[in-house]
């Protein structure tokens, strides 16, 4: 049941995304020949007035084809747009996943009761850290290693990044900012109502859910997945992750699948597996919106990049150039997406097996 749900709510990211575009395109006028929903053979199609709306085999994809003529003669052609409407159109995917996702937070933080927030309000017993050269109660925590930190869940992702060893701190004490330098902040066995576990001996303040409180939570929430993406590329720039530990469709439905099948009930499965597309989605957004050839906003990139070639040689760019460039990046991207989906299964196959 969780991997129909996961393929469904993947697909939903992709409906997302091209409705992005079709609906700008739309606004901006300009002609779309094709709407489509997956890839493949057509299962169901159905031509309007000028554009063919089709749903096809593989859920995996999508696409909003628009007349794209380089020599501008239809003046409803994408290329013959404004360099401002082409823009907006282009980045308009990105948006509605972007708007997409707040909107999975929303209806998410709705029904929470409070969350944790980033003030120090007690410590389990046997803390060590604790006193005017530590930590104190009613601390409130403003950095990890000069991550910035909003709420305990930022606290609980910067610690685990730093694998146990000492961070840099920076607290704020009233009013003055305490800078807690190579602090020994490291888990350690606490018995918590009978039980031993491995934690930080922290108690952080609960903030209860309020209209404001929610608002603010669900803008930061959002917000933050963009950080978790910046985060994960710079693991991958950095050797921290390799290409190895990206995931595809495949890898993402599968993910989606664990999520439901480690929760409790049934409805706190479809708020995992909501909670993770949320975050999909805003992953999805950033990375199309980068300045990739192909994507995007490498497409948005080279709209910028010709405007200055063209302003300083004072002669229009041949359209061939972009194409080339994104031909050549598209079969790359096409050769990383194999490579992914192969690595996907491959991985799905040995965890089963």
């Known amino acids: 049941m969780y991997y129909i749900i996961a393929i469904i709510a993947f697909g939903l990211l992709i409906a997302t995304h091209e409705l992005g575009h079709f609906i700008a395109a739309k606004l901006m006028n300009v002609r779309v020949i094709e709407f489509a929903i997956g890839m493949g053979p057509k299962l169901l199609k159905k031509q309007g007035k000028e554009t063919l709306y089709s749903l096809r085999l593989l859920p995996f994809g999508g696409f909003c084809a628009m007349n794209e003529d380089e020599e501008a003669i239809d003046s409803r052609s994408f290329s013959a747009q404004k360099r401002i409407r082409r823009v907006f159109i282009l980045a308009a995917g990105g948006i509605a996943n972007f708007i997409f996702a707040f909107i999975i937070v929303v209806i998410l933080v709705t029904q929470m009761i409070g969350f944790g927030g980033s003030t120090v309000v007690g410590f389990m017993d046997g803390f060590p850290n604790e006193g005017e050269n530590g930590l104190m109660a009613g601390d409130t925590i403003v950095s990890i290693n000069k991550e910035r930190i909003y709420y305990s869940e930022d606290f609980s992702l910067f610690m685990g990044l730093a694998e146990g060893h000492n961070v840099d701190l920076i607290v704020k004490r009233g009013n003055d900012l305490v800078r807690l330098d190579d602090f020994p902040l490291v888990r350690r066995e606490y018995t918590v109502n009978g039980n031993t576990r491995m934690l930080y001996g922290l108690y952080f303040e609960t903030i209860e859910n309020s209209f404001i409180e929610g608002f603010q939570y669900s803008c930061y929430k959002t917000l933050n997945f963009v950080r978790i993406v910046r985060l994960s590329l710079a693991q991958l720039f950095t050797g921290n992750a390799d290409v190895t530990d990206m995931a595809g ?105």
């Open 249 to 353: 469709p495949v890898g993402m439905v599968d993910m989606m699948n664990t999520v439901g099948q480690s929760a409790p009930s049934v409805s706190y499965a479809i708020a995992d597996i909501a909670g993770f597309v949320a975050l999909i989605g805003v992953n999805i957004a950033v990375l199309n919106l980068l300045p990739i050839p192909a994507m995007d906003g490498g497409r948005i990139f080279f709209i910028f990049v010709t405007w200055a070639i063209e302003k300083i040689t004072k002669r229009r760019l041949n359209p061939k150039y972009e194409r080339y460039i994104n031909s050549t990046a598209l079969l790359l991207l096409i050769g990383l997406m194999v490579f992914i989906l192969i690595n996907d299964i491959t991985r799905i196959v040995s965890m089963r097996s």
